[in-house]
């Protein structure tokens, strides 16, 4: 918040080099949390997967949803795909680099008249502060817009010194402005910093004696950048999505009491998990006693820290590993931690010894205990989300020509890695259920309480998976829960256990509708049983073959079982699209068998089989046999 400058060749030199050794301990801090990356983080990507495929800003096929908080890292995530980086890698790629970016807005934050030395250690203490902070480290490779907000919010701060002089100008203006107007870009919240920013400047001023048009012409001045960015993408809002608030106010915004003890707690909690870098910010209380000037920075910095906070326990904190919402509070910190060092610096040699010692002890203490946060233990062993790519590879290469409609409880690892139509059945990324929040809405799980399960099955989705990636029998949330309510849904689908390799063999329980565009096809006498329906047996998996053709695995210890639709009278035959030893089919109608036998048994219907048929594929040989599609076809009289 003070006019930066340019520095001279020896404070160059002495910035670098701490420079690169704190880039140095981020980049290895945040190497240490790989391969984490938020399932939300795909829910971003696959926005920019379609936008980069020419399907628009949009999450899914039909109704246009803003699901997403984060318009200006889809965007970033999409420019770096469009030069062909992979979307994960471009995520990861602008997480380091805009977390890098803060870095650098410390280090201009250090004035400019202080000995190189002198200057470099007080750049250590805040930078090195941010690079060993946990959430920093996890959410610069975690695939989610915090290193952004971090790095536009302390550009900005940057700048705000030479906007409340007398002699401001537009170019100063511009400078401080913009970056405070993209926060608005990069999550709807992001406006609230510069509004906070402009008030506490304006508070400051009029408390000072300034004139009442002149405190207004200054905080409308710094105001208006962010309140100008959120006009525009709201007027995009209106003409694109047809919405006033986006998709995950909706889902998340309660203002309950639940809710707000939440995020009490979470606050509290993230402040004890870095008492560290909240006791050396505290240092700050000595240039506030003793520097007037220095004390307008801080007290800008406090009730921006406090507005900040006191937003995040009113939306009840987050679900997210590594409290990612406390990464702008972090970035604020390591302002007051430069503020106090650098009263230090000017001290004597027993104050900047002692200041110094203070700074590495209490660093260093606060990385052990890092060691211990939960919180980040979560980032450290959650990988649930790659579960999703074979997974969804899989279901792409058999599903996705037939354009299969997926409802999935997970939103972005699935349907970012399958890329089929899809139904998000907590509503984030769905209208309808965004839009009927039910009577104990705010007393749930945070963004998990929608759901609508008789909208869902109106919508007659192909494949259903509870849970995640690796799906689940029994649903867990609303729509799930409402789907499995209806005795039709049991009837309708059939649970297949899938079998997804590639780096890893992942096995996934999918709800598969039994008939439809994935289930049995039924023409003129004709019956095509999918090989895949089979795998709702114990012991019997659906897996590709070694040319890739998805079927049952039926072995000695289990038989496939598959329902179909009633037959008519008449003189039928199965037949079978196998692999392996010949294997022994039998159908049943009702309780009455109609054939047993290999492939090419013929049979007669005396009466139609109204109750439907059962399919039971058994192995009579020890090895497998691989069951493509079972066919019932009626022979000519």
Known sequence: MRMPSLPESPRARWMGMTFALCAAVLALHASSYLPFFADDAFISLRYADRLLHGQGLTWTDGDRVEGYSNLLWIVGCTALGAVHVDLVLAARVLGIATALAAMTALARYVPRDLPAPRAALVFAAGAFAWASSGPVAVWSIGGLEQPLVAALLLWGLVQVDAVASETRSWHALLRAGIPLGMLAWTRPDGALFGILIAGAIGLLQWKEGAPPRSVARLVASIAAFPLAFAIVQLLFRLAYYGAWVPNPALVKLSFTFERMSEGWTYVASSLSAHINIVLLAASATFPFLHDRQARKRIVVLFLLLAGWLGYVVVVGGDIFPARRHFVPAISLMCLLVIEGMVWAARRSLPWRAVAGAMAVITLLAGMLRQTGDRALHRALEERWEWLGEPVGHLLARHFGPAHALLATDTAGALPYFSRLPAIDLLGLN????????????????????????????????????????????????????QMQADPQFFSQYALVTFEANGDRTVRARVWVRREGRTGVQTTEGLLRIPGYLLATAPNVVAREDGEGRLGAVVTPLGSGLARARELSAGHWVVRADFSGPTPRIAVACSDRELASGPPDTEFSVWGDCMGGVTVKVSSVGAALDHIREIRLERLSD
């Open 430 to 481: 769905d209208r309808v259920i965004a839009h009927h929040r039910p009577a104990d809405f705010g007393r749930g799980p945070l963004g998990h309480e929608l759901g609508d399960g008789f909208y869902v099955l109106s919508r007659r989705p192909d494949l259903i998976i509870f849970g995640l990636p690796t799906g689940a029998e029994r649903a867990l949330y609303r729509s799930g829960v």
